[in-house]
Every structure is written in structure tokens, then in C-alpha cells.
């Protein structure tokens, strides 16, 4: 998951799929290792959303090399649901890597939310 940003854009899709099948499980551990932040691990282990931040702060430091960001990020968009044919090569990997990762994260905090207990004594 570290390397979505230099992975090839099918690559990042089943790595996703599969994080995101894991994730939806109804297991205990799986559930604290994957979607709690603040799990306790050892100096040397990364939990999922550690890995997340570090990306983040990836993306942030490369995105500055992009010039017009935003309308590159909706071409790679419209290449990748298929509505334009062409789209520039220069970033694609960077890109697309983005694009997959903000699905991502929409698709965990969907899940997340899913899970979420009901709290019925709120008032």
C-alpha cells in the first residue's frame, strides 16, 4: 500500500479491492488492526492508517511538482471512467495513484461508518 503512488493503476485497484474485502469482515482483529487509528503496535509495525498519513504526506510533496493539478486530476478522472480518450503521460502513474487512493479512503470511511456501533441511549 506504500507504494500506490509508483504502482501501476491495476495493481493499486486489487491491492484496494482486497483491503477493502478485509476490511468489511466482521472480525474483531481485523476490525482493530485495519480501522482503529489509534491501535498500539509495536516501533517497527505500520498499521493501515499510519501507512495512509505517510502517503498523504507523499502526495503533498510530489503533487507540487504537477502544474495545473486540478485539471490534471479531472482528465485522469474522465480517462479512467473512460469519457476522454487521451490524457497527458507526463505524472500518469502519480495520478491515477491519487485518484485510487481517494477512492479509497471514501470506500474505508464508508466502511467504517458501516461498522460503527448504534449507540440507542443518545439522546
Not at 101 to 118: D, G, H, S, Y
Amino acid at each position: 500500500m506504500g507504494r500506490i503512488l509508483e504502482q501501476p493503476y491495476e495493481v493499486n485497484l486489487q491491492l484496494t479491492a482486497v483491503l477493502s474485502r478485509l476490511s468489511s469482515f466482521s472480525h474483531p482483529l481485523l476490525h482493530e488492526y485495519l480501522l482503529n487509528p489509534y491501535i498500539h503496535l509495536s516501533p517497527c509495525c505500520r498499521s493501515l492508517f499510519s501507512v495512509l498519513i505517510r502517503l498523504m504526506g507523499q502526495v503533498m510533496q510530489r503533487i507540487q511538482q504537477v502544474s495545473h493539478l486540478s485539471d490534471r486530476l479531472l482528465d485522469t478522472r474522465r480517462h479512467l471512467l473512460g469519457l476522454k480518450q487521451e490524457t497527458g503521460l507526463e505524472h500518469l502513474t502519480l495520478l491515477r495513484g491519487v485518484v485510487v487512493l481517494e477512492e479509497f479512503c471514501k470506500e474505508l470511511a464508508a466502511i467504517a461508518f458501516v461498522k460503527l456501533p448504534l449507540d440507542l441511549d443518545r439522546d
